[in-house]
């Protein structure tokens, strides 16, 4: 396995998906952010079922970058609680990994 990580959240607007993308990625905490959607999310939220459109953001970067990319999350997310879930990236075109390295030094 690489060190590289994927990793997910989702925010409510395109807006907010492309503030929090610029600032991952102009901090060098991200490489690249992709922008997914309008999805739909049904998912449980303080004893009750909620059902909205979100976005997804795919933020690629190194395990070295995580814990600043954690906190600086919880400071520009506007969620009380935002979603980040990290995958393990197994393996790719070499390049293309050395590039996420390189990216977010």
Known sequence: MSDKRLLLTTTASREDAQSIAQTLVSHRIAACVNIVGPIESIYRWKGEVENAQEYILIIKTSAERVPTLREELRRVHPYELPELV????????????????????
Do not use: A, K, N, Q
Not at 86 to 105: C, H, N, Q
């Open 86 to 105: 990290e995958f393990g990236i197994e393996g790719g075109l070499p390049e293309y990994l050395d590039w996420i390295g390189e990216s977010v030094r």
